[in-house]
């Protein structure tokens, strides 16, 4: 079991050339803020790696941030073998929001991706099946949990406010 | 000459009595073999996230309550927990063995329904019936605690909503003890029935490996012979002051990790539930459990991921505050939406007939999926 | 109350009007499309099961809306899949009826204000005979909705549309 100090010194020893971050003044857990096209061979390593096996992606949730003007990633990774946890974060500019997914790593990353770019309009490189999940696929009024969506007047002819 | 053949697609859903709610599969066959499964999600998203961001604290279990709606305890327990994180709230003894109660029944009702309606779309409709006499049990005990049969806004922040009925205690004893040898009776009617082991044994088979990578968790990943259960692997709450097992598929009739070994970890864990709510009965303390809830819920900046164990599987609550009175985001990582990934894999090379018996096996809630 | 739901004791003729006697064949028959959408549609399968037992009433589930006579909208009704409903509503032969369970259905219910992705409501797609409140209803509640669309078959005619 690895303390989050430790998870972060294994990574910067890793990934001298990348620019990583901790962030430990949360009320709860620790963070790790890593680079949006890095992220995929941070996870790589997260998951291989002999002493950090972290095999279970526990969440993926995708944030707008309209005042950094970024919309941000967190990962949650959690091992079923070690069972200690971790938190990444990586931020993205809003109007070019890019990241590599992780799907290659954790098959659940799959729909959790989906998802986020759904409703925030994250666009992950490489990921096998960008499409909209939960909005239908005809749905071109924008992405609705961005901070400044607005909801059309009508969807197919149906009134959508009350 | 060759025969000219092609691939069909068969849509199911979302109008079907065996998706367990609005769910389409796009089912890509060759003769009667399936080759592909698409999942198409989405016909019931009730914008919980978005509904998240314009509510206070509170005012959000409610809408935890109609995520999963075979287990909205479950999913106010989550929450709770959660935003106690958050606040660093201690909540008194009384409030934390209550919450088990109710997180226990609850799970035996959900399981109930599980079962059921998994006999009913393989065509034992009879097991549905003799299920959902016990569910009314399990409702009328939640009944007279908060009031409400399905949705009960009961778990708070640091608290509940009501002490328990002066009855509860003895009602709920009397439940137990009608319920094991129902439990038995089911066993015997549907469990152990040669028909519907054929059915079910060796089909859908979810190896480990495969499991964990899909995220799969719960009873699915325990059907698969993996021992790992969030109230003990990551306890919270008072889960690590009771004595119960967890049970994992060993493979009984078939392969370890088939759709009977899923259905049967479940008989299994209503058996464990009982164990706990036993145990959680008679150390019942006394106390007032409206004591720690906060007047104004205002936590500091920052963010929290909790996880529970739901019937369902691994239920996480991800919250970012930002100072104010409500959330600045709030995710959540819904069992059933991670699980049904993996049906393409499970239902591949096996019958179209096969695909009810595997999607009812891995047991899932579009309120959930879809949120 | 006709002179069909009468009690005979022996043999006789019974004269009654063509209009009450289709009314009471629809009313005591009713077939329901077996689909469930939300919360509300698990307290649907509870008023099936043994304890409120719908079956008493005539109603038995059909999985195929063409053989069906009524609906229950169980539950919030998305944009997604009101154009889906719509279409089940269109399969099923007539005479038809829709009973609307639970405040989503009715109006959107909790998902009034903020519900980016929610039909406020069934009756802005399909015609709706009753509406059933509560969130959800109580299985009682929907009995007593099922009552109140029997109550209405049975006033139906022939030639004048009632209301």
Redesign the interface.
């Known amino acids: 079991m690895k303390k989050a100090e430790e998870i972060f010194q294994l990574l910067k020893d890793n990934f001298p050339a990348s620019n990583l971050e901790l962030k430990t003044d949360?009320?709860?857990?620790a963070i790790i803020i890593a680079s949006p096209l890095e992220i995929d061979k941070i996870c790589f390593f997260l998951h291989d790696a002999p002493e950090l096996l972290f095999?279970?992606?526990?969440?993926l949730?995708?944030?707008?941030e309209p005042k950094a003007g970024v919309l941000t990633v967190?990962y949650?990774l959690?091992s079923?073998k070690i069972?200690h946890k971790i938190?990444l974060k990586v931020s993205t500019d809003r109007n070019k929001p890019e990241v590599s997914t992780v799907t290659e790593v954790?098959?659940?990353a799959?729909?959790?991706e989906r998802e986020a770019y759904d409703?925030l309009g994250i666009i992950f490189l490489n990921h096998p099946d960008l499409r909209?999940?939960?909005?239908?696929y005809d749905w071109d009024a924008g992405y609705?949990?961005r901070k400044d969506y607005e909801n059309p007047e009508f969807y197919q002819g149906m009134k959508v406010p009350y | 000459m060759a025969i000219k053949t092609e691939e069909m697609v068969l849509n199911m859903g979302?109008?079907?009595?065996s998706t367990h709610?609005?769910l389409r599969l796009e089912l890509a066959l060759e003769g009667e073999i399936i080759t592909n499964v698409i999942p198409h999600?989405?016909?019931?998203?009730?914008?919980f996230?978005?509904?998240c961001e314009?509510m206070t604290y509170p005012q959000i279990v409610?809408?935890t309550d109609?995520m999963d709606?075979?287990a909205p305890m479950g999913n106010e327990f989550g929450y709770a927990i959660a935003m106690e994180?958050?606040l660093?709230i201690q909540v008194p003894e009384r409030v934390d063995y209550i919450r088990v109660i109710m997180a226990e029944l609850q799970r035996i009702s959900s399981h109930l329904?599980a079962l059921?309606?998994y006999g009913a779309d393989i065509g034992a409709f009879t097991p549905?019936?003799?299920c959902?006499?016990d569910?009314?049990k399990v409702?009328n005990l939640f009944e007279i605690t908060c009031g409400a049969?399905?949705?009960y806004n009961y778990i708070w922040i640091g608290g509940l909503s009501h002490d328990l009925h002066p009855d509860f205690v003895r009602k709920t004893r009397e439940f137990i003890k009608e319920f094991r040898p129902n439990l038995k009776e089911i066993n015997d009617l549907l469990s152990h029935n040669r028909i519907f082991i054929d059915r079910t044994a060796n089909v859908g088979i979810l190896p480990i490996d495969t499991a964990?990578?899909?995220?799969v968790s719960g009873p699915n990943l325990r059907g698969s012979g993996?021992k790992?259960d969030i109230r003990k692997?990551?306890p919270y709450s008072i889960y690590n002051k009771f004595d119960f097992d967890i049970p994992v598929g060993e493979g009984k009739y078939g392969t370890v990790g088939d759709s009977w070994d899923r259905y049967y970890v479940r008989v299994l864990e209503m058996e464990e539930s009982c164990r706990i709510i036993e145990q959680a009965l008679d150390q019942l303390p006394e106390g007032d459990v409206q004591s720690a809830i906060p007047k104004r819920v205002k936590?500091?900046v920052?963010?929290?991921?909790a996880?529970v164990e739901n019937p369902r599987g691994?239920l996480?609550y991800?919250i970012?505050s930002d100072g104010s009175t409500s959330p600045?985001?709030v995710?959540v990582?819904a069992p059933s939406?991670?699980t049904?990934?993996?049906l393409n894999e499970l239902c591949k090379g096996y019958m179209v007939a096969d695909v009810v018996t595997i999607l009812g096996s891995i047991d899932i809630v579009?309120?959930e999926i879809?949120? | 109350m006709g002179f069909l739901d009468k009690e005979f004791t022996d043999g006789n003729i019974v004269i009654a009007k063509v209009e009450d006697l289709f009314n009471w064949a629809r009313l005591s028959s009713l077939w329901q499309?077996?689909?469930?959408?939300?919360?509300c549609?698990?307290?649907m399968?509870?008023t099936s099961?043994?304890?409120y037992d719908f079956d008493r009433f005539g109603v038995i589930?059909r999985?195929s809306?063409r053989h069906a006579d009524f609906i229950i909208i169980s539950?919030?009704v998305?944009l997604?899949?009101a154009t889906?409903i719509k279409r089940?509503y269109e399969q099923m032969p007539d005479p038809k009826y829709i009973i609307s369970m639970g405040s989503c259905a009715n109006c959107g219910g909790?998902?009034w204000?903020?519900?980016?992705?929610?039909l406020k409501g069934i009756d802005r797609v399909i015609p709706v005979d009753v509406y059933v409140p509560g969130?959800?209803p109580?299985p009682e509640a929907l009995l007593e909705g099922l009552l109140k669309l029997q109550e209405k078959i049975r006033h139906e005619s022939m030639i004048k549309k009632t209301a």
């Open positions: 949360q009320p709860t857990e095999d279970d992606l526990m969440n949730s995708g944030v707008d967190y949650h959690g079923t069972k938190t954790w098959k659940s799959d729909w959790h409703l909209r999940i939960l909005m239908p609705p949990l | 979302p109008q079907h009595p709610g609005v999600i989405g016909y019931l998203h009730r914008c996230e978005k509904h314009a409610p809408y109609r709606y075979l994180k958050l660093g329904v059921g309606t549905f019936l003799y959902f006499i569910r009314e409702l049969r399905l949705l964990i990578n899909y995220g993996f790992w692997d990551d936590p500091v920052g963010n929290v991921y996880r691994d996480g991800f970012i600045y985001r995710k990582r939406f991670v049904m990934q993996v579009l309120g879809d949120r | 499309v077996s689909f469930g959408l939300a919360c549609a698990i307290e399968m509870a099961a043994s304890h589930p999985p809306p539950g919030t998305t997604k899949m889906r089940l909790p998902y204000e903020h519900g980016y992705h929610v969130c959800p109580r």
